[in-house]
């Protein structure tokens, strides 16, 4: 029994390591429950549209993209920010305009064409 209990807390510590540094390279990840400043939050996007560009989730125009604006919205269960980006190169009409969402403590949800 004295085993046991040192032996299954290094597991959990092992198992568990690595969701504590899941994002440690990004300067874009938030703790606690203080709402981000606007000026955060576009700089975090506008670092994502780049980074999803240049891992061809978007065109690769999108990194010189403008950011047209940035709006606090209801989300599904909380508000969330919900920041909207232009790009007039790209080469598909319906996709002319990107819709980057944060939490509202800045952490990153999703981005779309639908706005939704």
């Known amino acids: 029994m004295n085993k046991f209990i040192p032996a299954s807390t290094l597991i959990a ?14 300067s874009c990840h938030f703790h606690g429950n203080t709402p981000a400043k606007e000026s955060v939050v576009v700089g975090c996007a506008k670092d994502q549209v780049k980074t999803l560009a240049a891992k061809s989730k978007i065109e690769s125009s999108w990194k010189s993209a403008q950011l047209e604006k940035a709006e606090t919205v209801e989300g599904k269960s909380q508000k969330e920010w919900k920041l909207t980006f232009t790009n007039p190169a790209s080469t598909d009409a319906n996709k002319k305009t990107l819709y980057v969402f944060f939490t509202l403590t800045g952490n990153f949800i999703a981005a779309n064409f639908t706005g939704k």
Do not use: I, N, T, V
């Not at 092992?14 to 440690?24: E, N």
């Open 13 to 26: 510590a092992l198992f568990f390591a690595p969701a504590a540094f899941a994002a440690g390279d990004s």
